[in-house]
């Protein structure tokens, strides 16, 4: 399941345009249609080689209360954006939680109350987020790996399993190939329990049907059954499980 299409190409004959304050880049490439992206607070206009002036300007200005929705969404993102630092706010699963840094010689993460604590000594933002990713890591280890291969189990297919790998991947939650290989972000672990086990099924169900058909999210709905709630938490939330 994709996080973002970072799509990207070169920009040749490109520049930049304004309409009536809003600024935009245009990107022709050798493409068939005209496509809106918004990245890092810029629209991107991306069109054929032949496309026109007008034909450009029509098109921002027919997408333009498209264009100031997501020019603000961008912008709610990145001031919920999740930083690993003292009093800062976690989403843990589906609970906002204030980070405390604790001195203490032991190293651990507790959470206690609405506080995520993070203890160790001289801790400070790099030491933490060095401790969230190995807490993570575990808890993946310890949930996500055994659940996956019982469901596989369960479908039939656990002998299709050759790896089952966890990794911080700023695009993907999870994947599967064609040769049974599956990936899940361990950032996973921050969200509610029926949402990563919603990823779960994901990429296992994927062992059985190696596409996006009907068939497939018909096996993952005798699993799942509340599915689409689940890939709409993630549309919503999912901004505020990164860090970097
Ligand atoms: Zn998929």
Redesign the pocket.
Known sequence: ?SKHNMASSNIINGGSSSLKNLQYQVVKSNRKTLALYIRQQIAIVRCPLRASKAEIEEFVQKNQSWIQERLAEERTHEKQKLRIEDGKIILFRARELSILFREGRKERILINGNKLIIQNHKLNSHKAKIQIEKYLTQKAIEYIIPRAEALAEYLGVRNKITKIKLRKTKSKW?H?TSKGVIQYNWLIMLAPYSIIDYMIT??VC?LLHMD?SRRYWDLVESICPKYLQYIEWLKKHEHRLWFD
């Open positions: 399941m999870g599967c994901h990429e994927h996006h």
